[in-house]
T-cell receptor, first 113, second 116 residues
Framework: DQQVKQNSPSLSVQEGRISILNCDYT??????FLWYKKYPAEGPTFLISISSIKDKNEDGRFTVFLNKSAKHLSLHIVPSQPGDSAVYFC????????????FGTGTRLQVFP | NAGVMQNPRHLVRRRGQEARLRCSPMKGHSHVYWYRQLPEEGLKFMVY????????ESGMPKERFSAEFPKEGPSILRIQQVVRGDSAAYFC??????????????FGEGSRLTVL
């Protein structure tokens, strides 16, 4: 029962171009969504989040878009940099839940020169 | 302000032995979460604890696994009679208060358990 899905296990993008990472969810009770970035042999680090009352949140090169009707969110990175190469996890939490985050399976982004 | 500290970073156990993984949350954080990442998979929630209380253990296997977060000292994830399928990276995360659904957690670097 995978409530948060990242259907693309990997993505390769040229430096300077836009990276778009996608995430779908099934639980309509989710009301907060986050993206985490993970380098090998390290723990995930928080990147950006969005509440369900918004449809867009921007922080520098990173923008998250939320489409509630489609139960879909995406992370845009522009311009992409080689240092962005990592695994990106989408996560969701629900009001009334115990605040645990439900993670997707991750998308490995590689940004090449 | 030190981050979430996990130890050991690497642990090797033979089948049937016990594994104990420790997590010291960030200073001022009283909420601890444990996640497991199996090879080539995402992070799976295991358990959420506050000091001296288990709040949500819906992700914990029914047998052999237990967790605690005592009043003093680190949180401990204990795996008894380990099997090869327990080999994974175990991540601890903490937050300063009940996040109310805003969800940002601070993760440690993980403990990698290998069962021979």
């Amino acid at each position: 029962d995978q409530q948060v899905k990242q259907n693309s296990p990997s993505l390769s993008v040229q430096e300077g171009r836009i990276s778009i990472l996608n995430c779908d969810y099934t639980n309509s009770m989710f009301d907060y969504f986050l993206w985490y970035k993970k380098y090998p042999a390290e723990g995930p680090t928080f990147l950006i989040s969005i509440s369900s009352i918004k449809d867009k949140n921007e922080d520098g090169r990173f923008t998250v878009f939320l489409n509630k009707s489609a139960k879909h969110l995406s992370l845009h990175i522009v311009p992409s940099q080689p240092g962005d190469s990592a695994v990106y996890f989408c996560a969701a939490s629900g009001r009334g839940d115990t605040d645990k985050l439900i993670f997707g399976t991750g998308t490995r982004l590689q940004v090449f020169p | 302000n030190a981050g979430v500290m996990q130890n050991p970073r690497h642990l090797v156990r033979r089948r049937g032995q016990e594994a104990r993984l420790r997590c010291s949350p960030m200073k001022g954080h009283s909420h601890v979460y444990w996640y497991r990442q199996l090879p080539e998979e995402g992070l799976k929630f295991m358990v959420y604890l506050q000091k001296e209380n288990i709040i949500d253990e819906s992700g914990m296997p029914k047998e052999r696994f237990s967790a605690e977060f005592p009043k003093e000292g680190p949180s401990i994830l204990r795996i008894q009679q380990v099997v090869r399928g327990d080999s994974a990276a175990y991540f601890c995360a903490s937050s300063p208060l009940r996040t109310g659904g805003t969800g940002e957690l601070f993760f440690g670097e993980g403990s990698r358990l290998t069962v021979l």
